[in-house]
Structures are given as structure tokens and as C-alpha cells.
């Protein structure tokens, strides 16, 4: 089965509501009819009516039954001002709060907070900054984390797996890329991987020193203690994470070398420029990034997104609800 249809499967008739911040774009509207349709998830569409159903009418689609809510006459505005204030503790002032709804990404960040929608997805045509900055300002992040990270999923046949962080941190101390690896497996369990955790390095277990290399040992330790029931190792070079015969002649005894699916890398650097060679290289299919760490699913999108990508990122975003 491959990934969506399996997702699909998963959110079929659980009727969790996502929000579209930019529901007056075509790619929006498109990828909600057919959600709706598929019956996968509750589409909620943010943007002014007539506009909507103006593009919609352009576009021939049929929006009947799709919940529409236009902010500038939002009836519960004075409900969302106040909470948000509320949220901020003393740092955003009634003006300030009313000011920031304004924006349609903190406006849908607070459907999401005040328990009136699921999950959300935005990005098409806002930078990722307009979607993370008000997701850690106030869904912010889940317990046990500092910060969120950036999650894709690798898949190529019958082959898939998860790398991180490929999106968010430039650079990770060795506690936060603990905190990435046990993301990352509660990642994986979401798209029916049973995760094995590689923490990724140009060394393992002491083949080479340095910062780096005692950095990656450290957070392997720290990870293993936090979650002793998550199979994670480390410090592994790649091929010794990867391949059988080098896990176990590099890291002999471990129950992740040479079987890892979840990789995590060192840096920003390392995992970007890993997953492009994965995808690019390897032929395979890197759906994401998947923000990981948040209290809630909030998913951001590329502005070059199609109306596919739309479709794929909010089947995930509403998986990641039902846990």
C-alpha cells in the first residue's frame, strides 16, 4: 500500500477540520473540493465569499457544503482578540491582537488554538516565516521540545523512510537533536513506519573525534534516556546505519545499524543537501517538510506548490490530527 492510500485509509470519515488560510487561491480550492469529495478531511476556507466563489465559478468548481469564514466579519472576533492576549501573557496588547488576526495566518492559527479546527495548512502564497511564526507563538511547541523541526518522508516503491532535519535549524545542540530524533520516530509511526533512529555523523561510535562527532554521541544518549523504548543509535555514519553487513561489522550488537529508517542529520546543511541526493540520485519522492514539535498539526507549503501538493500536505497534516 502505498503512502497516501494508506493515510487515506487511516482519515476517511474522521472528519477532522482543516483550515486553508488562503482559500482564495485556485490550488486551495481545488485541493478542497476533492478533499471534500474523497470525504478525507473537513475543509475550512478563510478568504472573502464572493471572491471565493468567484474563483470557483472561474475554475468550475463546486464548493457547496465547504465552510467559508471571511475574517473581516468574523462574529467571534472579540472572542479570538481576547484569547490571543490571554495566550500571549502580557506581550500582545487588545490592539496588537486585533492587528495580528488581521493577518489570515495568525488568524487561522487561532481557529486552531481556540479548538475550532484540527489542523492547518498554509504557504501558498505566504513564506514559510508567516506560517511558523505565529505556530510558535501560539500553538507553540509540545511538551518536552524547545523547538520544532522539519521532517521529510522518503518513500520509492516499497521503500520509505524519514529524514530530519531537512527544513528549520541551521544548527542543533546535542539536546535538541535528541528532541528531532524523538520526533522523528513519533513521525514515522504516523506513516506506518516502525521507527529504528540513525543519529547521523561522518564517524561511528569514536571512528573519528571532535566537537561534531562528541556532539552526535551525546544527543544518542540523551535520546535513548528520554525514550528507552525507541530503538535509537549513534554516533553512525551512514553506510554503517544503512547497510546490514556494515552495520555489523562498524556497530556490532546495535538494534539499529544496518536497519535504520529514520535518519537524523547533524545540521541544516547535511539534511538538505541529503534528501536532495536521495531525491535527485535515488529516484525517490520527498513529501514535506513535515513541521514536527508543534502542540497541533500545522503544515506549511511551497509557494511553487501544485494543487496536488495542496491535496497530499493537508492528507498528512490530517493524519498527524488523529493522534
Known sequence: ????????SKVKGQNKRVVFPEGEDERILGAAVRLKKDGLVEPVLLGNVDKISEVSAQNKFDIAGIEIIDPAVYTEKQVMIDSLVERRKGKTSPEQAAEMISDVSYFGTMLVYMNKVDAMVSGATHPTGDTVRPALQIIKTAPGNSRISGAFIMEKGDERYVFADCAINIELSAQEMAE?????AQTAKVFDIDPKVALLSFSTKGSAKGDVVTKVAEATKIAQELAPDVPVD????FDAAFVPSVGERKAPGSKVAGHANVFVFPDLQSGNIGYKIAQRFGGFEAIGPILQGLNAPISDLSRGASEEDVYKVALITAAQALN
Open 1 to 8: 500500500m502505498d503512502l497516501f492510500t494508506g493515510l487515506a
Open 180 to 184: 528531532v530524533a524523538l520526533q522523528s
Open 234 to 237: 549513534g554516533e553512525l555514519q
